[in-house]
């Protein structure tokens, strides 16, 4: 049995019961090295083998889930949530054809983990009740109609990943698509790692935040008036607003 696992944005302890369940039981763990916390493999039993694949090819992956997934419990660690970024769908695709079986644990992903580090809301009342999570068009490229500055013209929260490299160009794209220069932004840095680091700045700055604290991976980049102290209460909680648990209190 193959279990795709989300290892959460980082902090070991973020893991998930089911997920740390799952570690402890495993007899074969793999897990994507360049990203997931090797403090998460401490919650392993004795004579576990473990693969670190971030030099591996999807092939050479899919060769030690084929030997193991029918007769041992296999772990397929993914940093944070597995369904974000997370390349699982050619893996799933591929177990189907095999007809090995496997199942998916959610983690907590890095973008919550960055809005933590913030001490952020990312929707707020008469501020932004929309998040794009997305990422900035390098090698890979993305969709039509789904390049930043398509997306910017929304000026809606913006959550973007494996974009920390791409900020002069990010930067460019954000503005071209509308954003204001003086929209807040913030990058974050290995969101819940002891080594966690948050630089504030705004649209017209990010590339040279990211430069001058020598920024180029394992970061969330966050772009909204969300980082703002101006927002409307919520009526969830208001005293004068009735709803179906509680009447207004005239």
């Known amino acids: ?12 302890d973020l893991i998930t019961l089911r997920g740390a369940k799952l570690l402890a039981e495993a007899d074969v763990i793999l897990y994507a090295g360049s990203l997931v916390n090797p403090a998460l493999l401490e919650g392993r039993k004795p004579g576990c083998q473990v693969y670190n694949t971030a030099p591996m090819t999807l092939e ?3 060769a030690v889930m084929e030997r193991a997934g029918k007769n041992c419990e296999v772990v397929r660690f993914h940093t944070g949530d597995p369904s974000l970024y997370g390349a699982i769908r050619e893996q799933m695709d591929a177990l189907d054809r095999l007809n090995i079986p496997y199942d998916v644990t ?6 919550s983990g ?8 990312y929707t ?3 501020v932004s009740q929309t998040v794009i999570i997305t990422r900035a068009e390098g ?3 993305v969709p039509e109609g789904e390049k930043l500055r398509d997306l910017a013209r929304h000026q809606a929260t913006m959550v973007l990943f494996l974009s920390a490299g791409l900020l002069p160009k990010v930067q460019e794209e954000l503005l071209a698509g ?4 003086d929209t807040p932004a913030a990058i974050v840095y290995k969101a819940t790692w002891p080594d966690e680091k948050v630089f504030y700045c705004t649209v017209d700055s990010l590339a040279e935040t990211a430069e001058k604290n020598g920024v180029s991976r394992t970061a969330l980049v966050t772009v909204g008036r969300f980082l703002e102290g101006h927002y409307a209460r919520s009526r969830l909680y208001d005293p004068t607003f009735s709803h179906g648990w509680r009447e207004a209190q005239l």
């Open 1 to 12: 049995m193959i279990h795709f696992v989300g290892a959460g944005p980082g902090a070991p």
């Open 60 to 62: 050479e992956v899919l």
């Open 106 to 111: 959610p983690g907590v992903s890095a973008f």
């Open 114 to 121: 960055a809005a933590a580090a913030l001490h952020a809301e």
């Open 124 to 126: 707020l009342p008469n």
């Open 139 to 141: 090698r890979t490229p």
């Open 178 to 181: 509308g954003y204001p220069p």
